[in-house]
Nanobody
């Protein structure tokens, strides 16, 4: 059974930090590209950061220098993290973990599996 379970969201003041975690199991996710997306109310889902199976990373311009994605390939579970620093109210959204068997991209439809999301709220 495939599972992507996010955790670590919450309420934080502007300028603060949060670390999101995603536990992916049920497939050989060590060979998958992993990514974080976010969706704010009334807006489309947008790419935040991605990490390939070879550990190369890339991120959206809006979070460069503030957010860092990383992964840890365990035997049965792949952990993906998103360290978020210098948070802004515009970062408020539901954050989703995604896994894709193809090439790493910023396009949501190229990802095969999704978590249920975790809410991040940044107060001003």
């Amino acid at each position: 059974q495939v599972q992507l379970v996010e955790s670590g969201g919450g309420l934080v003041q502007a300028g603060g930090s949060l670390r999101l975690s995603c536990a992916a199991s049920g497939r050989t996710f060590s060979s998958y590209a992993m990514a974080w997306f976010r969706q704010a109310p009334g807006k489309d889902r947008e790419f935040v950061a991605g990490i390939s199976s070879d550990f190369s990373t890339y991120s959206a311009d809006s979070v460069k220098g503030r957010f860092t994605i990383s992964r840890n390939n365990g035997r049965n579970t792949v952990m993906v993290y998103l360290q978020m620093n210098s948070l802004k109210p515009d970062d408020t959204a539901v954050y989703y973990c995604a896994a894709g068997s193809g090439t790493s991209t910023s396009i949501p439809s190229t990802y095969n599996y999704w978590g249920q999301g975790t809410q991040v709220t940044v107060s001003s």
